[in-house]
């Protein structure tokens, strides 16, 4: 599955597996969880307040507009926490 | 007597070099970095796994940033370096002093500190535009961010809008890494730039930056739009196209998955807030910063000033700003003056900010859009408060100034603190009220200035 971010540097390194609602996905070590998760996917997660979806905007842990929960209860910034084997994101249904 | 605990909050440019003035006053300051690896946002690193070489990620500034990140290594045995570490909370201590609520890698902490250098940068600035909520809608910063930091695009084909010197600059560093650019938009009349040219010029090492950029782009063939009057982002579920008028009021569109568009830069001065500095507000850029001596004092006696975070300057003028500071701090302490130094900081000092000033004049934040934001226009990100219900709360149920219309609405009480709207609505406030914006004031800070996980024990 394609999604909104497009990788321009390919760089070697390990893979990191992770989920997306269930469904395996793969990672670069050193990847951001925003990178992880948009490089499948086209949104982040459902938008609160009001119908519509949201994939992050400032990327430097200013905005607030990236929190991503795991199915572990965490809830994390995306733009300011790296990607770990394992994680599983839950969306909330965002982009399904 | 002990020597104080001094803290510097932030580890960009003028976090750093703060640092390594107090570094070599033996003074082992204290250096708070929200981010990972010390080098602030313009001169970000990569995370570990996914470096590239310097001039990929930097382009002309690789080898200022090569010599940020060499010094934040070399202070790594002089400092105290606490990475991924946010201040959230600043609380004057009796007699004098602060207690810092941080929130790093082991969890909460409370810091005692004598005297306090913030650092803490700046953020795009936004205005709302009409489907700037969609999924694939970025400021210009985080298109750079993705680029220098991940090695990624915001999307397959990118649109830019903006109203500052990071458009062409962005625009230059995605068309080079090989991402698609739809169009690159600068909202800014061209009249405003060939006007501030000649003050411009007196900076001929960044009017050069500026030009190659600009050429660069024209090489390349970049749809680069001076003057443009108004966009919306179009879309379903996501972005689908950009669509815009131009100065001579033709409409277009172009079809793109991703858009960049922030307008500006504005200080991130929460933490001065809560630290008690005086704010004063900023006619040319039309904002509110913490008060700041030339030689980077606040009003409060232990709490010093420098980089974008209480004035927007750019790297090259945080790098001398926190220097500066760091030798009042040095000073205030009693120690042994250097006069010379001073004084040449002093000199450069000066002659950036009449460079600055033309800078501000070139890009002025369109302020005016707010009148062409629709009722139904959407704010604020985080609770989805529109700018019909900023209106009526300042024509039917009185809000003159901003923490009167922040009790009414919730505008700026949500996840980021008004971080993102809060420019916008105090001028969408003085428009309704027909007021000039300084009038309507500004957001106080509160702790915790941004979110704090309940699960983590206060």
């Not at chain 2, 934040?365 to 609770?383: F, N």
Request: glycine letters at 12%.
């Amino acid at each position: 599955m394609s999604g909104l971010f497009r990788r321009l540097a390919t760089r070697p390194g390990a893979t990191v597996p992770f989920t997306i609602d269930g469904v395996q996905a793969e990672a670069r070590v050193g990847d951001l969880l925003i990178s992880a998760i948009l490089l499948h996917r086209h949104a982040l997660r459902r938008f609160e307040f009001g119908p519509g979806e949201r994939a992050g905007y400032c990327l430097m842990g200013a905005c607030q507009d990236c929190w991503v929960g795991l199915a572990d209860g965490r809830r994390l910034r995306a733009c300011t926490t790296l990607i770990e084997s394992g994680m599983a994101v839950v969306t909330g249904g965002a982009d399904a | 007597m002990p020597e104080p605990v001094v803290a510097i909050v932030g580890a960009g440019p003028a976090g750093l070099r703060a640092a390594q003035v107090l570094a070599e006053a033996s003074l082992r300051p204290l250096l708070i970095d929200e981010g990972h690896r010390a080098g602030g946002q313009i001169y970000r690193r990569p995370p570990p796994g996914a470096e590239r070489p310097a001039a990929a990620l930097y382009g002309f500034e690789a080898g200022r940033a090569r010599a940020l990140h060499d010094l934040a290594d070399a202070l790594a045995p002089r400092i105290a370096y606490r990475p991924g570490t946010m201040v959230w909370g600043i609380a004057p201590r009796e007699p004098a002093g602060f207690d810092l609520d941080c929130l790093g890698p082991e969890g909460h902490g409370r810091i005692p500190v004598d005297r306090l250098v913030l650092a803490t940068g700046a953020m795009d600035r936004t205005l709302p535009v009409p489907g700037w909520t969609l999924p694939g809608v970025f400021t210009l910063g985080a298109a750079q961010i993705a680029l220098k930091a991940q090695g990624v695009a915001i999307g397959r084909r990118v649109a830019l809008v903006g109203a500052g010197p990071l458009l062409p600059l962005v625009a230059h560093q995605y068309a080079k890494a090989g991402a698609t650019l739809a169009a690159v938009l600068d909202v800014t009349p061209l009249a405003a730039k060939i006007a501030a040219a000649p003050r411009l010029a007196a900076m001929p090492a960044t009017l050069g930056k500026g030009l190659w950029y600009t050429l660069r782009g024209a090489v390349r063939g970049l749809p680069v739009r001076s003057g443009v009057r108004a966009v919306a982002v179009e879309g379903d579920r996501r972005v689908e196209a950009l669509a815009w008028e131009d100065s001579r009021g033709r409409r277009h569109r172009v079809p793109c998955d991703a858009v960049g568009a922030s307008f500006g830069l504005r200080s991130e001065a929460q933490a001065a807030d809560l630290a008690g500095c005086r704010f004063v507000f900023e006619p040319v850029t039309r904002q509110w910063q913490p008060e700041r001596s030339a030689e980077g004092r606040s009003s409060q006696p232990q709490v010093y000033l420098a980089g974008d975070g209480s004035g927007i300057g750019g790297a090259d003028v945080a790098e001398l700003q926190g220097e500066r500071t760091a030798l009042a701090l040095l000073a205030d302490l009693g120690r042994t003056r250097d006069a010379a130094r001073e004084a040449r900081l002093d000199r450069q000092l000066a002659r950036q900010a009449g460079f600055r000033a033309a800078l501000e004049a070139a890009y002025p934040y369109p302020h005016h859009i707010v009148k062409t934001i629709a009722d139904d226009e959407i704010v604020c990100r985080c609770e989805g408060i529109t700018a019909g219900a900023l209106r009526r709360a300042a024509t039917e149920r009185d809000a003159r100034e901003m923490n009167r219309l922040k009790a009414l609405t919730r505008i700026g009480m949500g996840r980021c603190q008004g971080r993102v709207c809060g420019h916008a609505a105090a001028e969408i406030l003085a428009q309704s009220l027909q007021v000039p914006v300084e009038t309507v004031g500004r957001l106080r800070g509160q702790a915790p200035i941004k979110p704090i996980p309940l699960r983590e024990p206060v």
